[in-house]
Each structure stands twice: as structure tokens, then as C-alpha cells.
């Protein structure tokens, strides 16, 4: 699987959101967000973020409220952090509540630059 697919990307996604969420939160806060999120939107939150970003901003509105934005910086900021990227967590934050087709692909660059930095950090940790 290419490591720029859509497969690739969500897949190490998921990975991603599951590791930092649980070492945030808990195991647990992480399924449940996940579970409250498929509910909500009908589906794969991670599938709906790579076709409608917007449409999962929304629904994090609507379940932490004022705090939506703050939780959605620090889980970027984690993200670039273990992945070792430069992906701005103000300029994610800013398309993702713009929904225009430009920023999904803006959005998508960006999920791609996080998910292979991501593999490509964990890669290199497991040969330690």
C-alpha cells in the first residue's frame, strides 16, 4: 500500500488518534470518542474527515463545545510532535472550519504529511 493512499493515511490515522488520545485521556476516552463520532456522523469518523473535514469539525462542536478548538490544537500539536512534521496546527484547525473543496485538499495534503512522517517515526523506534 502506497504511503500516500487514502487507505494508508486513515489507517495510520486511527493509529495515531488511538495512541495520543490514550496517552491524553485514557484507552477508553479514545473509543469512546470514536464510538460517539461513528453515531453521530454515520460512519467512519476518519473516512468522513478525509471526504467532509467540515462535517467532523461540526460534530466535535457539538460534543466538547468551547473546548472543540483548544482539544483539536493539542491533538495536531501531539501529532506533529510524534511525527516529527511541520504541519501548523492553526492552519488545520482554520480549513478544517472553512469546509471549501480547496481546503479539503489542503486538509488531505496535510493528513498525508502527518501519516507518513508518523510511520516513518515509528518505523525508525521499532529498530531501537
Same mark, same amino acid.
Given at each position: 500500500?502506497?504511503?500516500?493512499?487514502?487507505?494508508?493515511?486513515?489507517?495510520?490515522?486511527?493509529?495515531?488518534?488511538?495512541?495520543?488520545?490514550?496517552?491524553?485521556?485514557?484507552?477508553?476516552?479514545?473509543?469512546? $470518542? $470514536? /464510538?460517539?463520532?461513528?453515531?453521530?456522523?454515520?460512519?467512519?469518523?476518519?473516512?468522513?474527515?478525509? !471526504?467532509?473535514?467540515?462535517?467532523?469539525?461540526?460534530?466535535?462542536?457539538?460534543? /466538547?463545545?468551547?473546548?472543540?478548538?483548544?482539544? $483539536?490544537?493539542?491533538?495536531?500539536?501531539? /501529532? !506533529?510532535?510524534?511525527?516529527?512534521?511541520?504541519?501548523?496546527?492553526? !492552519?488545520?484547525?482554520?480549513?478544517?472550519?472553512?469546509?471549501?473543496?480547496?481546503?479539503?485538499?489542503? $486538509?488531505?495534503?496535510?493528513?498525508?504529511?502527518?501519516?507518513?512522517?508518523?510511520?516513518?517515526?515509528?518505523?525508525?523506534?521499532?529498530?531501537?
Amino acid at each position: 500500500m502506497s504511503t500516500t493512499s487514502k487507505d494508508f493515511v486513515l489507517n495510520v490515522l486511527r493509529e495515531m488518534f488511538n495512541d495520543v488520545v490514550s496517552a491524553s485521556l485514557s484507552e477508553s476516552a479514545a473509543e469512546t $470518542i $470514536i /464510538f460517539v463520532l461513528r453515531s453521530r456522523l454515520g460512519g467512519d469518523p476518519f473516512e468522513v474527515l478525509w !471526504k467532509r473535514p467540515r462535517a467532523v469539525y461540526e460534530e466535535l462542536k457539538r460534543v /466538547f463545545g468551547d473546548g472543540t478548538d483548544v482539544l $483539536i490544537g493539542l491533538w495536531v500539536k501531539a /501529532f !506533529k510532535r510524534r511525527a516529527e512534521t511541520d504541519v501548523d496546527p492553526e !492552519k488545520f484547525l482554520q480549513l478544517l472550519q472553512q469546509g471549501s473543496s480547496e481546503s479539503v485538499k489542503e $486538509i488531505r495534503q496535510m493528513l498525508r504529511e502527518l501519516a507518513t512522517a508518523y510511520h516513518k517515526a515509528s518505523r525508525k523506534g521499532e529498530g531501537r
